[in-house]
């Protein structure tokens, strides 16, 4: 099992800045994708920001330049640092890892999602 801890959603003026946090914990094996979704009242889930095991990272058209994201391999955390936000920023914020899990003498892949922190712009 593995489970996803996310922290650091609130409320926020316009032009403010957030830090998410998201710790993976439990029976890992290897971290491939750590990434962040969110979702808006009455909209679709899109992902916000990527970051692969080797460093790559890729962001949504709407927050690169603004948003970052970085990962600490040896927590097993991946951050999202939100810079100049917007009301469209609001929308609560789901962190999603991928990668491999002990599973007896092997291993299993996992796609795990966070709970979800709500991020409230205002303006």
């Known amino acids: 099992q593995v489970q996803l801890v996310e922290s650091g959603g609130g409320l926020v003026q316009a032009g403010g800045s957030l830090r998410l946090s998201c710790a993976a914990s439990?029976?890992?094996?290897?971290?491939?994708?750590m990434g962040w979704y969110r979702q808006a009242p009455g909209k679709q889930r899109e992902l916000v920001a990527v970051?692969?095991?080797?460093?790559?990272?890729n962001f949504a058209d709407s927050v690169r330049g603004r948003f970052t994201i970085s990962r600490e391999t040896a927590k097993n955390t991946v951050y999202l640092q939100m810079n100049s936000l917007k009301p469209e920023d609001t929308a609560v914020y789901y962190c999603?890892?991928?990668?491999?899990?002990?599973?007896?003498?092997?291993?299993?892949?996992?796609?795990?999602w966070g709970q979800g922190t709500q991020v409230t712009v205002s303006s």
């Open positions: 999603n890892v991928r990668g491999r899990l002990t599973y007896y003498a092997t291993t299993r892949p996992f796609n795990n």
């Open positions: 439990g029976s890992i094996f290897s971290i491939n994708d």
């Open positions: 970051v692969t095991s080797d460093g790559k990272t």
